[in-house]
Every structure is written in structure tokens, then in C-alpha cells.
């Protein structure tokens, strides 16, 4: 890959990265953030999103680190292998569909909410 493609890949990762937290259900705090750069890691192969996984899993406290290692980052490797290739996805041509029709469609797993996993265990 020239570094024209990877710049092309790594400019449409951030551009469709709020898109994912939609569409998968994820809050943007440190855990939110770490599983989707999980489930980008699974997406697009790039080592800087599982970097970030790793970075941010340390800053966490050891009952939230729990959460994410056992609950989020197993959804995430699931979720982001098992739905359609999103990033070549014109989302924009989207916006006047049902959010779960979409999900659907596209094969996207919801992130479990804090509730779900909680209930878990």
C-alpha cells in the first residue's frame, strides 16, 4: 500500500468514526472509545487503532479495565469482523433510514449497555 492509500484509509477512518459510535451504540467515554478502536482494529487492520486499545486500557481503573477486557473488546472483535466492510459505506445516503433497519443491513451487534453487563454476571 503507497502512502497515498493508507492516507486515504486513515482520513476515512476518522471521518466515519462518529458514524460507528451511532450505528454500534457506543458512548464516548474511555471505554466507548476503546472498544470502537477495537472493533476498527478488526475493520481496518491498521496497528494504530489496536495502539489506542492498549493505551487507553491502561489508563483505565481495574473495575472498568475488567469491563472492557471481559465485556467490550470480545463484543468488539465479534462486532467488527462479522458486520459488512463499513468503511466504503456512502453514509450520508443513509440518513433518512430507520437506525435499526440500517443495523440490519449492514450486519452491525449493538454494543451491550452498562445495564446488559451488569446482569451478567
Known sequence: MDSDELAYVATRAREVHDFWHVLFKLPTNLIGESALKMLEFQQIHLPMCFLSVVGGTIRLKP???????????????????SCDDLMCIYYEKHFHEDLNEVRNKWGIIPAPSVHETNTMR
Open 63 to 81: 473495575a472498568k479495565r475488567d469491563l472492557l477486557l471481559r465485556t467490550y473488546l470480545p463484543w468488539a472483535m465479534k462486532a467488527g469482523s
